[in-house]
């Protein structure tokens, strides 16, 4: 009967998370201004080299919480499913759950934008002025919205949202199961949630303004901006100038 009464408990809990998602999320309108084509020629390149910037960072980011979240989703469910206890049950299989909206917000709710740095837009057709306004229309939407993701990560309605599904699931877990593993799980999980909203790449926010700029006919005054690279076997720190 426990187990049964706590089922419905973690359905209700999917739905609650998929619906705070789908509302929490919307990208900026974006359309590119009126500019000669020599200016949105410098505009495409000035956006593709600093997508081309995070690049690694985010694909590492992006590769890194996959097999957390994933792997998780599945370790816990299988745990879940040995477990010996009614509350161990409980325990993992929330947890799992939780795990599992981390990969749904990965790919389904809210994809990282700039996945793949300026390559998608290197892809899109620019053999005509209309057809490379279209392609600046575009770069500047990803440039926007890995802008507006950014400053998310800092914004109420994410930690919000994260201490109210890990409190949720903490409290499945000890209503249900036991107490202590409830209190770890969802003190765990809100930790979690941000180090998963911390760890993505950061200066983007930056980026956008200094393309504001550069589209007001401003300068744009060099800075140094920090990325997470790939060295051997390990990770390295690295700036550009």
Same mark, same amino acid.
């Given at each position: 009967m426990k187990w049964r009464r706590a089922n419905k408990w973690l359905q209700w809990l999917i739905c609650w998370t998929v619906g705070w998602l789908i509302l929490g999320t919307g990208g900026l309108p974006v359309v590119a201004q009126d500019a000669s084509d020599a200016e949105v020629k410098r505009r495409l390149t000035f956006i593709e080299e %600093?997508?081309?910037g995070h690049q690694q960072h985010t694909?590492?980011?992006h590769g890194a919480w996959t097999v957390i979240n994933g792997?998780? *989703?599945v370790g816990l469910a299988i745990s879940a499913g040995l477990a010996s206890s009614g509350d161990d049950r409980i325990n993992f299989a929330t947890q799992s759950v939780v795990a599992l909206i981390g990969v749904g917000d990965q790919y389904l709710f809210r994809p990282i934008p700039g996945l793949g740095g300026a390559q998608?837009? %290197? *892809?899109?057709p620019d053999t005509t002025p209309e057809e490379r306004r279209e392609k600046l229309a575009?770069?500047?939407a990803i440039l926007r919205a890995s802008a507006a993701r950014e400053a998310e990560r800092t914004g109420w309605i994410y930690?919000?949202?994260n201490a109210a599904l890990n409190g949720l699931a903490g409290t499945v877990i000890g209503v249900f199961g036991d107490t202590k593993d409830g209190i770890i799980a969802g003190a765990a999980g809100f930790f979690g949630g941000i180090a998963y909203a911390f760890s993505e790449p950061w200066g983007r926010q930056k980026d956008l303004r200094d393309y504001e700029r550069l589209a007001a006919g401003l300068s744009v005054a060099k800075?140094? %901006?920090w990325s997470v690279a790939s060295s051997g076997g390990g990770l390295m720190l690295r700036y550009h100038f």
């Amino acid at each position: 009967m426990k187990w049964r009464r706590a089922n419905k408990w973690l359905q209700w809990l999917i739905c609650w998370t998929v619906g705070w998602l789908i509302l929490g999320t919307g990208g900026l309108p974006v359309v590119a201004q009126d500019a000669s084509d020599a200016e949105v020629k410098r505009r495409l390149t000035f956006i593709e080299e %600093r997508l081309d910037g995070h690049q690694q960072h985010t694909e590492i980011w992006h590769g890194a919480w996959t097999v957390i979240n994933g792997g998780a *989703t599945v370790g816990l469910a299988i745990s879940a499913g040995l477990a010996s206890s009614g509350d161990d049950r409980i325990n993992f299989a929330t947890q799992s759950v939780v795990a599992l909206i981390g990969v749904g917000d990965q790919y389904l709710f809210r994809p990282i934008p700039g996945l793949g740095g300026a390559q998608p837009i %290197r *892809t899109i057709p620019d053999t005509t002025p209309e057809e490379r306004r279209e392609k600046l229309a575009k770069a500047e939407a990803i440039l926007r919205a890995s802008a507006a993701r950014e400053a998310e990560r800092t914004g109420w309605i994410y930690h919000a949202g994260n201490a109210a599904l890990n409190g949720l699931a903490g409290t499945v877990i000890g209503v249900f199961g036991d107490t202590k593993d409830g209190i770890i799980a969802g003190a765990a999980g809100f930790f979690g949630g941000i180090a998963y909203a911390f760890s993505e790449p950061w200066g983007r926010q930056k980026d956008l303004r200094d393309y504001e700029r550069l589209a007001a006919g401003l300068s744009v005054a060099k800075s140094i %901006r920090w990325s997470v690279a790939s060295s051997g076997g390990g990770l390295m720190l690295r700036y550009h100038f």
